[in-house]
């Protein structure tokens, strides 16, 4: 067992001074670094496959998540159980594919990965024609559309991956290097979905990306899980939809007599769209398979305000088994998200402890492990959808998505920071531990919509996504640091995500105590953080305070896209 640093500095001294007495100091909790590390070892273990949905991985990940929040006491909030059901269709595209785009006959996985969601039988597309339509954006606020005077029905949209600031950073549209939700392909095949394209096929490039074709490989192959959507939406989504190499694009571009790196400059510089001259032939087996999976939610009532709630959200899905592969076949996501999850139990320990010893918050807490994250957000989108909570009595969310397993550092990364008057619980906690707030350090790769607080963020509750830091403590963890970074290249989404004895889980002991601690105050007092003005949610929940000197979020007032 290691002890975390004291939590409660002269700011939180403050506070407690307008608690109930009964409150007891948030000093005297202690994080238990060997529980943390069983259930990350447990969760990440060869038995549980990889925890995809609606897997034997996720039958036991459920069992194990209920049975820890039954050893804590914590309600079910349906009354039965700790599950909320989440409606889902698994796609699986054939590993058989014919796939011809121009002349190029393309190699299914090696330079192409290609899937409809849909419930067909057979992809069979002859000839369809090629239009590229720059980044796939359309966005009245930066005055520009891509899909300016085209019609795309019948036709195969290709597209550039990120958003225009990011060639172009200073000028002035979009979010400079800082990615736009417009920027995310999950975006970008709505888009296209809207514009009544047939396909969409995004071009992957390795930086704007902000991961290699491997990542595309293993997370767009086998089986895609989706929300299961009303007929209206399930007709207007594009028939197949999937990515590109670099390399096969530009020889797609060369055959069309055009230079695939002069005309992403021009489409960075302003909207545009025009006809490739080329068609593509596609043709796969497809099946569709439905079941529910399952979010794991447990409440922990608060003493004075329980219908007032902070949530807690981790997913617990990772990517599961792939067959086809040579060697080690299961995709453990220790790091991604075991970690995650793993957080959220022992923080939930924590409180439980103190609520056990007459010391409850008076807002109540809600843990949500999600399902289906690697696949869209699936469970965290649900729930906002479909919340157990009213969304007007949620507070706030503080989201643990792969906890540092790199050592202590000085800093703390909050991803998208500047969005809402939320972060500022967490940059008064952090003074108990002398570390200082930064931003993300790549905030080119769009890290506010990739993980689940952004579902309950489009919807207006305050969400951050936060932990970790970029500088290390001192020179012997600077060093361990490089040398676990060796170690962990590549391993996002890969197989070799595994849980690893000789991770140095001190730094994320440290940023547990930090939401912790903001929990705590939040959880105590009667503030409604929200968003500020400038930002994409300022409008659904606006902050009281003004924002922060530092540079203002571009806002993206279309959250009708989102």
Known sequence: ??????????????????????????SDVTFDEARFRQDIKTLASDEFEGRAPTTKGEQLTLDYLSNAFTQMGLEKPNGKDYLQAVPMVSYTASEQQVIRLGELQLKHRQDVV??????????????????????????????????????????????????????????????????????????????????????????HDTKPASYPWSVVENSWSGAQQDLVRSEPEQTERVKVEGWITYDVATELFDRSGLSLATISDRAAASAINLPLNQTASIAFENQAEYANSYNVVATLPGSSRPDEHILFTAHWDHIGVDASKDGDQI????????????????????????????HPLARSLTFIATTGEEQGLL??????????????????????????????TTDYTIVGKGKSELENYLVDAL?????????????????????????????????VFAGGGSEPVDEATAQYKAQMKLKMKGCYHNVCDEYREDWDLSGALEDLAIFYQAAFVLGNNRDWPGYYKGTEFNALRPAQEKQPNQQSVQKSKQLTNF
């Open 331 to 358: 995709y453990n996501g220790a790091l991604d998200n075991a970690s995650g999850t793993a957080g959220i139990l022992e923080i939930a320990r924590q409180f439980a402890e103190q609520a056990n010893n007459g």
């Open 379 to 408: 469970g965290s989108r649900y729930y906002a959808a479909n919340p157990i909570y009213p969304l007007d009595k949620s507070v706030a969310v503080f989201n643990l998505d792969s906890t540092n397993i790199y050592g202590r």
């Open 1 to 26: 067992m290691r002890s975390i640093l004291p939590l409660c500095v002269l700011t939180l001294l403050s506070a407690c001074s307008q608690h109930p007495s009964n409150i007891s100091n948030p």
């Open 114 to 203: 290609l899937g409809s969601r849909h419930d067909i039988a057979k992809v069979d597309i002859n000839k369809a024609p090629l239009v590229f339509v720059g980044y796939g954006i359309n966005a009245p606020e930066y005055q520009w559309n891509d899909y300016q005077d085209i019609d795309m029905h019948g036709k195969i949209a290709v597209i550039l991956v990120n958003d225009p600031g990011f060639s172009r950073p200073d000028s002035g549209k979009f979010n400079g290097k800082a990615m736009t939700y417009y920027g995310r392909w999950n975006y970008k095949f709505e888009e296209a979905s809207r514009q009544g394209a047939l396909g969409a096929i995004i071009i």
């Open 431 to 463: 003074k108990s531990q002398n570390r200082t707030a930064k931003r993300e350090k790549y905030p080119e790769s769009g890290g506010f919509f990739r993980s689940d607080h952004f579902s309950f963020a489009k919807e207006g509750v305050p969400a």
